[in-house]
């Protein structure tokens, strides 16, 4: 989870960011971390993972991770749940990366008249990271097309 101040407010972000295509699979938005901010990522990303299929979720040791509700809702899907380590942050490099990207392509680069603006544009770089931006190590495909590939494939 990432959180965004502006105009004396904030903003939290919650995704999930499938390791190998790097697509963001599902992700929330919520003026608070609440605890319905996690579980409902969860829903949004059960509607497109098979159950049973043995996955792993790596998270850090947030509060919401730690609740049982989202621990039952893991093991009910045959998700594994991974955690940090205290004081490890190693461990959430990738998601970090991908926080820091999206702060660099889009909340420095911009002005935004409102919170409001600012999470259209958001949900618009979501799309546009999924769907329309190229990497040179995925051979230039975006991470969606990507994951469609590497799942054809398996």
């Not at 993972?49 to 045959?78: A, C, F, V």
């Amino acid at each position: 989870m990432t959180e965004f101040s502006l105009f004396g407010q904030k903003l939290c972000l919650s995704p999930i960011l499938d390791l190998c295509s790097r697509d963001i699979v599902s992700y929330t938005i919520s003026d608070r971390p609440v605890l319905s901010m996690v579980t409902q990522m969860l829903d949004k990303a059960f509607v497109r993972i098979p159950d049973k299929t043995n996955l792993i979720l790596h998270s850090d040791q947030g509060w919401q991770y730690q609740h049982k509700q989202y621990q039952r809702m893991l093991k009910e899907k045959g998700i594994r749940q991974s955690m940090s380590r205290k004081g490890n942050c190693l461990d959430n490099a990738v998601i970090e990366n991908f926080f820091g990207l999206l702060k660099t392509e889009l909340l420095y680069l911009q002005e935004f008249e409102s919170m409001e603006h600012f999470k259209t544009e958001l949900i618009d770089y979501l799309d546009y990271y999924n769907n329309r931006r190229s990497k040179a190590k995925r051979k230039g495909l975006p991470p969606a097309i990507h994951r469609l590939q590497a799942l054809s494939v398996a």
